[in-house]
């Protein structure tokens, strides 16, 4: 056995390999950016050989930098930007067109036509678990079907091969030898049936997909093959694979119902784990399937929801306000005063998502007086990120019918001491931030590292957090009630459609 884990991250923009020691830690990473490509606008591509060239420059400048060969590294696992569609020449291995990225809205409508009968959308939800979206990956192949010349009768051929990025990846890595992915990835594709874990045959019907381009679905911690000994790459097992939210939730060492993260970024990303229970939302959130150790009896369950402006919002205050003079001085300047004086700020800039789903909204100042000072609309926009993902837990709770225990938190704005005690006493509940930040790399790490035996169970992937910071809530009762009540209060006043027509608080 390996003295090491390698995982794999292909993000958005760049490629990573990351080496994870059997304590967890992180201990060496290299990265490769490739391109984005705008063609027109709201299209957003990628060149799946740039990002295979990327990833596999990582991988090798990893191994050569630290000295390694293949009997250092136990496996490895891949974590990856989900939805990305890749449609490709089963013989030659060949893309027939660029990647589909997450982003790109070329394909609305198609979904618009295909759901436009909301017994359609009903039926793909219930299925699925997803509201019918062009961010998923079931039209993006249609497209490609429809717009590459000769394309679909080669589909029908049995010709070509479709994959999310992970899929792309082990196809790629393994010579060709293994055409799979994951149930994470699988989920996020709007052709499978997160119930019974098969591909839909009346969803590839409808949006015109041959059964025979998808790949086999495979648990997270599983075989994926190894890595071809052709070229400069050594043979490793391939033996984790988890989209990246869904990995983030298992590094994050979330593995039964109750237990949520959230990933604190530009936006914030809140998964629930909800065990054996898909959950169905009335807020608006999405089911997903999430990662699982080796030997989980059955699929496993999320939901998931996002804040849209998250530490944007505080880039914001930063560079258009001018309140502060860098985005790290918000703890500072949050702290300088005792509260808001009544302020809030609610940031729908874009409008507003679950649980609130009003696209129309904008965003607002309230409770201004002669009084305010930059530093309370600082501590208000801190405030703002703590109070949306407090709106989403108990979106979530009341979905679920579980109670939140605690609440573990990563991204970039999780270093702000301040904000992660406010959040911990609006949600009355314990925050958890890991020593070790890369959580993403953790959960493929993890899930391949216990598929093989180098970590033995997920008891012991939890008591290698023994060092993680813990906030405690502190706040009344009545304190945290009078807090949120406001919040509510201006959150209502940004809505163009009457709060009491559509929609609900706290559950």
């Known amino acids: 056995m390996g003295r090491y884990v390698i995982a794999l991250d292909e993000g958005t923009t760049s490629a990573r390999a990351v080496l994870v020691d059997r304590r967890g830690t992180v201990r060496a990473l290299t990265q490769n950016a490739f391109a984005q490509h705008y063609p027109q606008p709201g299209w957003v591509e990628h060149n799946p050989r740039e990002i295979l060239s990327a990833q596999v420059g990582a991988l090798a400048e990893l191994l050569v930098s630290q000295g390694l060969d293949a009997s250092d590294i136990d496996s490895i696992g891949i974590t990856n930007q989900r939805e990305t569609t890749v449609v490709w020449d ?84 393994t010579g060709g030898a293994v055409h799979a992915t994951d149930v994470t990835n699988a989920s996020r594709t709007m052709l499978f049936d997160i119930h019974r874990g098969v591909w839909d045959e009346w969803l590839c019907e409808l949006f015109r997909i041959p059964l025979c381009m998808l790949p086999e679905v495979r648990p997270s911690a599983g075989d994926f093959g190894e890595t071809s000994a052709e070229g400069i790459l050594p043979r490793i097992p391939l033996r984790g694979v988890a989209g990246d939210q869904q990995a983030a939730l298992f590094g ?51 939901l998931e929801g996002s804040v849209f402006m998250g530490g944007a ?140 035996g180098f970590w033995s169970s997920p008891a012991e992937l939890r008591a290698l957090r023994a060092h993680d910071d813990v906030f405690m809530p502190a706040m009344t009762e009545e304190r945290r009630a009078s807090l949120l009540a406001n919040w509510h209060r201006a959150v209502e006043r940004t809505f163009t459609v009457p709060m009491g027509r559509t929609r609900s608080f706290g559950g």
């Open 252 to 302: 994050q060492c979330c593995f039964e119902e109750g237990q949520a993260k959230s990933t604190y970024g530009t936006g914030c990303f809140l998964l629930m784990h909800t065990g054996a229970t898909a959950c169905s939302s009335s807020h608006g959130l999405v089911t997903t399937v999430a990662a699982s150790a080796p030997g989980a009896a059955g699929v496993e369950y999320a």
């Open 90 to 173: 089963r013989r030659t291995g060949e893309p027939v067109y660029n990647a589909i990225v997450w982003q790109c809205r070329r394909t609305a409508s198609i979904v618009d036509a295909l759901c436009a009968d909301p017994v359609v959308a009903r039926r793909i939800t219930a299925i699925t678990g997803l509201v019918p979206d062009a961010y998923f990956s079931a039209s993006k192949i249609t497209w490609i079907l429809d717009h590459v010349p000769g394309a679909r009768a080669r589909a029908e051929a049995g010709e070509l091969a479709f994959g999310t990025i992970d899929s792309w990846l082990v196809w790629t890595l």
């Open 313 to 452: 919002l505080i880039s914001w205050v930063a560079d258009e306000l001018g309140l502060i003079d860098s985005v790290k001085q918000a703890e500072h300047v949050a702290r300088s005063v005792g509260d808001t004086q009544g302020v809030v700020v609610v940031p729908a800039f874009t409008g507003l998502g679950a649980p609130y789903w009003d696209a129309d909204a904008r965003g607002a100042i309230f409770g201004l007086t002669r009084g305010t000072t930059g530093a309370h609309i600082v501590r208000a926009a801190v405030e703002a990120l703590a109070y949306q993902v407090s709106d989403l837990v108990d979106a979530m709770q009341a979905d679920s019918g579980m109670q939140l225990r605690t609440l573990n938190v990563d991204g970039g704005a999780s270093s702000n001491d301040f904000l992660l005690q406010f959040q911990s006493d609006i949600l009355g509940s314990p925050l958890r931030r890991p020593c070790e930040v890369e959580t993403t790399v953790l959960g493929a790490a993890y899930l391949a590292g216990l598929s093989t």
